[in-house]
C-alpha cells in the first residue's frame, strides 16, 4: 500500500458508485463497521447487495477502493450535516465549534448508528490501510483543526506562542483516546460531559493552578 490509490470513478470523473448503488452501499457499510478491513468479506458485500463479481470490478479495482468509497459517502454525509447546521458561521469560537461538531456526530450516530461504528472502527485500523487513507485523502481531520486552531489563535482564545502543529498534536491525541473511551452504549447526555471534559482539559490544561 505504498502508492496512493487512484480511486477508479475519481480518475474518470464520475460519481462515486456508491451513490447509485444503495444496497451497495448498504452492504459495505454494515461490513465494514462489523469488521476491520483485513476481516471484512468482499464475498459477503456482493452476496448482500445481489452483485456479480463482473459488475463490481467494473466499478472499483478492488476491495480497498471499495473501502475508500465508503469512506468518501460517509464523509459527504458528515459534511452535509456540517454545513447544514451551518457548524463554523454560527460559532463563538474554537469551544463552541468543537462542542457543535460533537453535537452533529451524535445526530448522524442516530441517523444510522453504523457510521459511528465505522468511524471509531477506521481509528483500530492497520497503520497501512490508515496510511493508505491518509495518502488517497490527505490528512482532512488535520485540516480542519489546523483552521480551527488558527482562527483561536487570532482571536485571542489559545496562546500565540504555541506552535500551531503541537496544539494541533495535542487535540488529535486527546481525541483518539476520547473516542477509545466512551463505551458504544454511553448516552448522548454522557457523551456530551466526556467531550465537555476534553474541553477544559484543552482550555486549563492539567497542571495546578
Known amino acids: ?69 465508503l469512506l468518501y459517502r460517509v464523509g459527504m454525509e458528515k ?3 456540517f454545513e447544514e447546521a451551518g457548524v463554523s458561521k454560527s460559532s463563538g469560537g474554537f469551544f463552541d465549534e468543537f462542542r457543535n461538531m460533537a453535537i452533529l456526530g451524535l445526530r448522524m450516530a442516530q441517523k444510522d448508528v453504523r457510521f459511528l461504528v465505522f468511524s471509531r472502527r477506521i481509528l483500530q485500523e492497520d497503520p497501512s490501510v ?5 495518502k488517497t485523502f490527505g490528512n482532512l481531520s488535520g485540516t480542519l483543526l489546523t483552521d480551527m486552531v488558527e482562527r483561536a489563535k487570532a482571536a485571542g482564545e489559545f496562546r500565540p506562542d504555541l506552535p500551531t502543529e503541537t496544539v ?5 491525541t486527546l481525541l483518539n483516546h476520547l473516542d477509545s473511551m466512551i463505551p458504544p452504549d454511553w448516552d448522548n447526555e454522557s457523551v456530551l460531559q466526556a467531550v465537555e471534559r476534553l474541553l477544559d482539559v484543552i482550555r486549563s490544561g492539567v497542571g495546578a493552578k
Open 130 to 134: 490508515r496510511e493508505q487513507i491518509t
Open 79 to 81: 459534511l452535509k450535516l
Open 168 to 172: 494541533v498534536f495535542v487535540i488529535e
Open 1 to 69: 500500500m505504498g502508492e496512493p490509490l487512484k480511486l477508479k470513478w475519481m480518475a474518470a470523473g464520475l460519481s462515486n458508485p456508491l451513490d447509485q448503488s444503495q444496497a451497495l452501499y448498504e452492504a459495505a457499510l454494515t461490513e465494514f463497521a462489523a469488521h476491520s478491513f483485513q476481516d471484512a468479506s468482499l464475498n459477503d458485500i456482493l452476496k448482500a447487495a445481489d452483485m456479480n463479481k463482473g459488475s463490481f470490478y467494473y466499478r472499483f479495482s478492488d476491495k480497498m477502493e471499495l473501502y475508500l468509497s
